[in-house]
Every structure is written in C-alpha cells, then in structure tokens.
C-alpha cells in the first residue's frame, strides 16, 4: 500500500515536470519503492510493538485503547520519517533546479523520487496508523477481545 501512494505522487511530479517515462524515470521508481516500503513496514512494526506494550490486564481492550497504542506509535515515528524526507529532499532538490552536464540524466531519476516522498511521507504518517487501528477494532468487533497475547511459559 505505501507504494501506491508513493507511486501517486511521483506520477504527479513527473507529469509536472514534463518528463517521459524511460530508464532513468524507472530507476528513480526503483529507489522510491525501496525507501516506501521500508518506511511503511517499519511503522507498521513500530505500531504492534506499541500495541504490545499496552498493559495486559486480562479486560476486554476497548476503543481507546487501540487508538493510544496507534497515536503513541503515529508520534514516535513522526522524526524519523520526517529526517528521512529532509535528507531525500535536501539532497534531490537541487538536482532538480540545476541544468548544467548530466542533468539531463539525474533530473528524471529524481523526479519520481521528490513526489513520491511527499505522498508517502503522508501516507505513512497519517493512512497507515488509521488503517492499522480500523483493522484492529474489526478484530475486535469480530470476537477476538484481545488483541496480543502474552507469550505462554511452558514448565
């Protein structure tokens, strides 16, 4: 899913900027996809972990208890993500407004890259917390109390 998203803003860019799909433009799909859904699987690690730590207390989970384990995640991973677009950003940008030799190679590498970092910055920040909490309570309304399970000691 977070590749959606980040492919979504990359199009726009690069339809923005008027380029054509070719080798260079795949190569900077390449790069994206990789960095997408290594942001979006680390939160969604970052979200059961936050949910793991929730005290178990042997009560049904309610509502609010899934969306704290969600918002407690959401902002823990808030700097991380937001360092990552600064640095893609900070280092991309600029290959963007240059035109001097070789930009016209580097220009449609980082094009993708720029919009889809946007997007998936949005993404990954906002949709995958949301969407990890209302699969969470379906869970839930569906029968299944909790949530986590303690790990079982064996004697």
Not at 118 to 146: D, M, N, W, Y
Request: proline share 6%; charged share 20%; hydrophobic share 50%.
């Amino acid at each position: 899913m977070p590749t959606l998203y980040a492919v979504t803003g990359g199009v726009l860019l690069q339809y923005g900027l008027g380029y054509n799909f070719s080798v260079a433009v795949w190569v900077g799909y390449i790069a994206l996809f990789g960095i997408a859904v290594e942001t979006g699987v680390v939160m969604v690690v970052y979200l059961h972990e936050a949910q793991d730590k929730r005290p178990a207390t042997g009560q049904p989970m309610r509502h609010e208890d899934i969306e704290a384990a969600a918002i407690e995640d959401a902002v823990q991973r808030l700097r991380p993500k937001l360092m990552t677009l600064t640095a893609v950003l900070a280092g991309l940008i600029p290959i963007l407004k240059e035109s001097g030799i070789g930009s016209d190679v580097m220009k449609p590498i980082a094009a993708p890259i720029v919009g889809g970092m946007i997007t998936s910055t949005i993404h990954v920040l906002i949709l995958v917390p949301v969407f990890f909490a209302l699969l969470k309570e379906r869970q839930f309304r569906k029968g299944r109390p909790r949530l986590w399970q303690e790990p079982v000691e064996e004697e």
